[in-house]
C-alpha cells in the first residue's frame, strides 16, 4: 500500500523559506513522476514542481521559477520542496503526488494524472 505523508507547512513572513517534505512508503519503486501541487481558497488545484524520476529532469511553473526547488532523497524515500523569497501569494495548501505513468511528467500540471497523493500541509506568507 503506498502512502506519501506530507509535512514541513507553517506560517513565515514574505522574503522567508520553508521546506516542505513527502515521505513515501510502499511501492515507491513504481514511481515515475512526482509532483508539488499548491491550492487556494477558491482557486483550482495547480502543478508548481515535477521531476521526472526515470531522469531526473525537473519541471517548474513560472511563478515558482528561480525560487522553489524539488529535490528527492532517495536514501529517505523522501521529496524535499525548498521554497525560499516566499511571497503571499505562495499561501495554498501543498500536496506532494505521485504516478507510475512514465507519460505523467509530459502533463504533470494536471491532477487528474496523478494516483497517489499526500494529505497536504498549508503554507501561509504574510506581508
Known amino acids: 500500500q503506498v502512502q506519501l505523508v506530507d509535512s514541513g507547512g507553517g506560517s513565515v513572513q514574505a522574503g522567508g523559506s520553508l521546506r516542505l517534505s513527502c515521505a513515501a512508503s510502499?511501492?515507491?519503486?513504481?514511481?515515475?513522476?512526482m509532483v508539488w501541487f499548491r491550492q487556494a481558497p477558491g482557486k483550482e488545484r495547480e502543478g508548481v514542481a515535477a521531476i521526472y524520476l526515470g531522469g531526473g529532469a525537473k519541471y517548474y511553473a513560472d511563478s515558482v521559477k528561480g525560487r522553489f526547488t524539488i529535490f528527492p532523497d532517495n536514501t529517505k524515500n523522501t521529496m524535499y520542496f525548498q521554497m525560499n523569497s516566499l511571497k503571499p501569494e505562495d499561501t495554498a495548501m501543498y500536496y506532494c503526488a505521485a504516478s507510475a505513468d512514465v507519460a505523467a511528467c509530459t502533463i504533470w500540471e494536471s491532477p487528474r494524472r496523478f494516483t497517489y497523493w499526500g494529505q497536504g500541509t498549508q503554507v501561509t506568507v504574510s506581508s
Open positions: 510502499g511501492a515507491t519503486s513504481s514511481f515515475r513522476c
